[in-house]
């Protein structure tokens, strides 16, 4: 299946939960209006937009945040940390705000302080932060759907090994090739390990759960489970094309990269509620 395809799938699963969802409809409707801010500014140039482009780059966490305070909500109606659907939803929600105060941070360095972002600075807590919080959502997910990995089958146990050893490989390759190590700077080190080496591991953990629970409960569990999986594979694409345009002195607040996180924002979000949804289904449905 190609990129197309899975991209044209993934589109008609988020369009889908629209129809079963007011907070659906409601964090679509914030995303819309901040595309068409982003494209109304695209339409600009550079010249003169500066301080409107500093103030979107600031505006557009709003969809994390309500991401997270509506996963609050379905987290609590599932028994909150008591439960194990509760908990995972909350995982999830707490790296979203995570990613909300590494952004804040950020918007105050470049809109207020007007200096060039630090790195590391005291805005990776949030972003560094939040990949521990998916890597748990992600195995409190597993056990959640049903999903039973007892690896007593050879082809359980080779998927288990390779797709993080994959996915790993191609972090490595993407991000630490031919890597610099400059000693004086360990937690910079720390960091630009850390970052691909982490998202890889949720995102792994992530694909293991769609590919190896999918079918239990019906199946009902497959669409939020994938749309799940891209919005994290999303955030990872989008912190891969912060660190390709920032090292080469590409980036630009309010650029390309600004809308990547916005989405991917917007489809955690959107996940975030649509397992809401499908486990409200599953719970009348017993």
Known sequence: MDRIQIMGKTMATTISIFSESKLAKLVGLMFAVLVIWWLWIYGQGTQGTDDIRQLWAASYQI?????????????????GYNSTVGRAILMFSV???FQSFGQSVYSYYIYFAQIDVPYPS????????SIFFYIYGAFLLSK???MQISLKSFDKKMQAFFIPLVVLALSYLAFLR?????????LKIFLDFGYPLGQALYISIAILVFMLSYKYLGGLMKKPLSLLLFALAFQYFSDYSFLYQASRG?????????LFYAISYFLMSIALIYIGVTFRKIQEAN
């Open 122 to 129: 005291i805005g990776d807590v949030g972003f560094f932060g």
């Open 95 to 97: 790296g979203l705000l």
């Open 250 to 258: 590409s980036w630009l607040v309010g650029g390309i990269n600004d």
């Open 63 to 79: 969809l994390a945040i309500f991401g997270a305070i509506a996963g609050f909500f379905i987290s609590k109606f599932w028994g």
């Open 144 to 146: 959640a759907s049903g």
């Open 178 to 186: 031919n890597y610099e190590f400059d000693l004086s700077n360990k």
